[in-house]
């Protein structure tokens, strides 16, 4: 998948030796432990939009890993592990994504988070998970995830050094000469006719 980086996966045990549990076949960008030890890896063979794996940290390789969830559009970045749930971050298209799945029944929610945001840094706190969320008119903040589902920001949440508040943010597509759709995020004074009659700043990258 263009844009991610794959690793082989060593650890280290008890016995303080390291071991390999996967290949750079494996396809490997995230992983991080469940509190009762077992290792949850995001992998992206055979999934180009990348899955799951629970694994033993013992474990030979991840060919006895069992797949948790599967992606179906976009891209998985980052999963954290609390031990009733898996927390997982993606991004589709630019904005990200946000979900969860109950490790003992499997369901998928998402989580509510701004339309056109970025989610990173996720960190288990208990039951609950840690994360940085970003907007265009909002700087870094850590919010909270509960185990409900519910978010809210934490005395870490920043201010931004100027008010946006008559700023819209909206998302739309451009569609190119090969008909392939382009993904198109725009910045506007809310109030403004969008009538091309505006002097406008274009950036795109890709």
């Avoid at 549990?21 to 992998?43: K, M, N």
């Avoid at 700023?167 to 008909?179: F, I, L, T, Y």
Wanted: hydrophobic share 35%; proline share 7%.
């Amino acid at each position: 998948v263009t844009g991610v980086q794959t690793c082989a996966l060593p650890i280290s045990g008890a016995d303080r030796r390291w071991r390999a549990v996967s290949t750079y076949a494996d396809r490997i960008h995230d992983a991080a432990f469940a509190p009762d030890g077992q290792l949850y890896v995001v992998s992206h063979a055979s999934a180009p939009h990348g899955k799951v794996l629970r694994t033993s940290p013992d474990a030979p390789s991840l060919a006895r890993g069992t797949e948790i969830y599967r992606a179906t559009e976009g891209n998985i970045q980052q999963v954290a592990v609390t031990p009733t749930q898996l927390v997982v971050s993606g991004i589709i298209g630019g904005p990200s994504s946000l979900r969860t799945i109950d490790l003992r029944t499997g369901q998928v929610r998402d989580v509510a988070i701004p339309s056109v945001s970025s989610v990173s840094q996720l960190v288990s706190a208990g039951d609950d998970i840690l994360f940085v969320q970003e907007r265009y008119v909002e700087p870094p903040s850590w919010h909270r995830l509960a185990r409900d589902g519910s978010v809210q920001p934490t005395p870490l949440a920043g201010r931004p050094v100027a008010a946006f508040g008559d700023v819209v943010v909206s998302r739309g597509e451009a569609v190119s000469k090969d008909g392939t759709r382009v993904p198109v995020t725009v910045l506007h004074r809310q109030g403004v006719s969008r009538d091309g009659a505006r002097p406008t700043i274009l950036y795109g990258y890709g």
